[in-house]
């Protein structure tokens, strides 16, 4: 039997300066067992260094868990999936996984963008790094395991049982493909089953990592009784409180990482367990981990002479010009520009040692790794920005007569949130709403011409 206590606490560590701290609460004794819960951790290993009060990443997460474990009697941590990043890199990828060995997690859900490495990937990480991956409704064509179901882990004198299921269904834009070559159960099905086998093995609290759309958790939740917890990984949708359904508290910290979850297990009348849930966000004002950092920086000293990732369907102008060849016709605009934090776009990474990190460069030159594109500060310096072609993919020819046209390259653009948000992404920009900042970079409407 298992009490539910929704006892819900926020913290917001990056609140505002100034406010007056709340009287100390009296301090309880740990309980007993605490469960630790994240998602979407999206390949980051350290946050950017960006003004935009970037918040998630494994250094800061592994912080937080470190400092459970040192004052909690007995933990365990467990990950729903997206722990890799969606644009498959070799190099990231190593380190991530070898990160995620070091730091020790009791299980981790394979969601869609794991599947993406492809199975024999995902075997070699398992059997070198220690990963315990797991997923119960997905098998290979001949219908056979793949990876470990469930896990089962005793601690604090309670026995939990975790298992994991993940959608049928591809995620992304333009959609990316994981099933091929796999069988992929019905999550409710497989869940009914694992919580059969668990309940069975005497597991006391039952754990479900659900890597699906919220709607189909609370299916899967209300459909299947004996679940504890669902830890709901990918949906973009963060619980504030947790929700009962059916026997069962739904609790998600969203998909991007920027959230660490706590489930505090203590002993309640009757032989049951009571469930408390808090949440803490994993803010600028969470230090960074010293051994993921080290970490992170030999990845930037391997990558940078990297292909860089991939840059899946961005417009690729037909070569890559300077913000001036553009002024030369546009001074109004180019003026405008120049006044924009675009313009400087580079300098920021480099004032926080970022300029190494192709993914940082990515968003703040142009054309990395693309031809004609951005090659060093040295030696394509004009392109160490955010230029005119971010937004308008054409050349400086395109109002010459007898140029070319590709009627895919507009040069009157009809900016986007999707073309922002290409780099203003949650992981990297949390703050970002793109009706804010929309205005900050749009060109005034040139006057009508006198008649």
Not at 130 to 140: D, E, G, H, T, Y
Not at 285 to 297: G, N
Not at 357 to 363: A, K, S, T, V, W
Request: with cysteine; glycine share 8%.
């Amino acid at each position: 039997m298992v009490t539910f206590c929704l006892c819900v606490t926020m913290f917001l560590i990056g609140c505002e300066p100034g406010r007056p701290s709340p009287s100390p609460a009296p301090v309880a004794a740990p309980p007993p067992l605490t469960i630790l819960f994240g998602a979407g951790n999206q390949g980051v290993l350290a946050a950017c260094g960006c003004p935009s009060n970037p918040s998630g990443g494994f250094a800061k997460r592994q912080e937080l868990i470190e400092g459970y474990r040192r004052s909690r009697p007995a933990v365990l941590m467990v990950d729903a999936g997206d722990m890799f990043p969606d644009r498959p890199n070799a190099v990231k990828t190593k380190y991530v996984a070898q990160a995620l060995g070091q730091a020790a997690y009791d299980a981790v859900a394979l969601g869609d963008q794991e599947w993406l490495l492809g199975v024999p990937q995902l075997a070699r990480q398992a059997s070198e790094y220690k990963l315990p991956f797991i997923c119960a409704n997905v098998r290979s064509e001949n219908s056979e395991p793949l990876f470990q179901p469930h896990v089962i882990r005793e601690a604090g004198g309670v026995k939990v049982g975790i298992f994991a299921v993940v959608a049928d269904e591809a995620y992304g834009f333009p959609p990316q493909e994981w099933r091929k070559g796999l069988k992929v159960e019905p999550p409710i099905d497989a869940a009914r089953r694992e919580v059969k086998d668990l309940t069975a093995a005497g597991c006391r609290v039952i754990v479900a990592l659900s890597h699906q759309p919220i709607y189909k958790t609370r299916q899967m939740a209300a459909e299947v009784p004996g679940i504890s917890v669902v830890v709901c990984g990918h949906d973009e949708k963060v619980l504030v409180k947790p929700e009962q359904v059916g026997g069962a508290i739904l609790v998600s910290p969203g998909a991007e990482g920027n959230l660490l979850g706590a489930v505090a297990v203590r002993p309640a009348e009757g032989g049951g367990v009571a469930l408390a849930v808090e949440m803490t966000e994993l803010s600028a004002r969470v230090p960074d981990s010293q051994w993921v950092m080290d970490m992170y920086w030999k990845y930037v000293n391997e990558a940078k002479d990297e292909p860089p990732p991939d840059w899946k369907n961005t417009p690729i102008p037909p070569s890559y010009e300077t913000a001036e060849a553009c002024g030369a016709c546009h001074p109004a605009e180019y003026k405008q520009w120049s006044a924009t934090r675009h313009a400087h776009a580079y300098q920021t990474i480099e004032r926080t040692g970022r300029q190494n990190d192709p993914e940082c460069l990515m968003c703040h030159t142009m054309g990395l790794g693309r031809k004609g594109g951005f090659v060093s500060i040295a030696k394509t310096p004009d392109l160490g920005c955010v230029t005119c072609q971010a937004c308008h993919p054409v050349t400086s020819e395109h109002g010459v007569p007898g140029a070319p046209k590709d009627p895919k390259l507009d040069p009157m653009i009809n900016l986007n949130s999707r073309v922002c948000m290409s780099c203003h992404g949650p992981v990297q920009s949390p703050n970002f709403d793109y009706y804010v900042y929309k205005p900050r970079i749009i060109h005034p409407k040139p006057p009508e011409p006198k008649k």
